[in-house]
């Protein structure tokens, strides 16, 4: 009689796993999820600073935290499963273009939720999520004091220079914060926070940025529509 090796015995335990589900807890867990999610997809369009379309990137949340919760909900009573995670993550790669660390943290924290969830740990996952949103409201709260500025500017085209974008915008505004920029071969976008005193000075912006390139393309967003 054949002794069995020690992969044989490995893989028996893995065959002879079954996968045990608590039914009311998985809907349960669901359900709060995507309560949860609707909520911080709400906190993220009112309250994120975001230069993105905020109200599109947020409707992805729920489906993402519910996903994740049936996902850790499955795999944490099979090793079997867990090691077929594992592979299957390690061939799927997932690209995504975010562009601001804001984006990353909501999508984390959507992620967070979904283990919380999955992993039975409904109070302290709904704890910790009220803190979060007390922190996201609070940070919204003091920032708003310092905040001046009025106007997105998005100001792409090619065969433009960044220093020339930016004595433009000193020259005529109150303010300038610069947001975001990108550049590839001599293509560039650059995003900037600004403030105008007059409309006579958003103006001359636009008449000197417009006479930088025939290329170029100005955006103008005031900042309380942007989501």
């Known amino acids: 009689m054949a002794i069995p090796t020690r992969l044989q015995t490995f893989e028996e ?3 002879s796993q079954q996968v045990q589900v608590d039914y009311s807890y998985l809907i349960l867990s669901l ?5 949860l999610a609707y909520i911080l997809s709400k906190l993220y369009v ?5 230069i993105s379309n905020r109200k599109k990137f947020s409707s992805n949340f729920v489906l993402l935290t519910t996903t994740t919760t049936l996902i850790i909900m499955i795999v944490k009573s099979s090793l079997a499963l867990s090691l077929g995670l594992v592979g299957a993550l390690s061939i799927v790669r997932f690209r995504a273009a975010i562009k601001e660390p804001e984006e990353l943290a909501f999508l984390f924290l959507t992620i967070a939720i979904g283990l919380g969830l999955g992993a039975g740990q409904l109070f302290i ?8 949103s007390l922190l996201i409201y609070g940070r919204h709260f003091f920032l708003k004091k310092e ?3 009025n106007l997105y500017i998005t100001v792409s085209g090619k065969n433009i ?3 020339d974008i930016i004595a433009i915008l ?3 505004c109150a303010s300038v914060h610069l947001k975001r920029f990108d550049q590839s071969d001599d293509r560039l976008e650059a995003s900037f926070l600004v403030d105008f005193d007059s409309f006579y000075k958003l103006e ?10 025939e290329s170029i393309s100005v955006t103008y967003l005031e900042k309380s529509n942007l989501y």
């Open 13 to 15: 335990f893995i065959a």
């Open 31 to 35: 359900i709060v999820a995507a309560i």
């Open 46 to 50: 009112r309250y994120g600073t975001s």
């Open 125 to 132: 996952t709904i704890m910790a999520f009220t803190i979060i």
């Open 147 to 149: 905040e001046n500025q």
């Open 161 to 163: 220079k960044l220093k």
């Open 170 to 172: 000193h020259k005529y």
């Open 204 to 213: 001359k912006t636009k008449e000197e940025l417009n006479s930088l390139s």
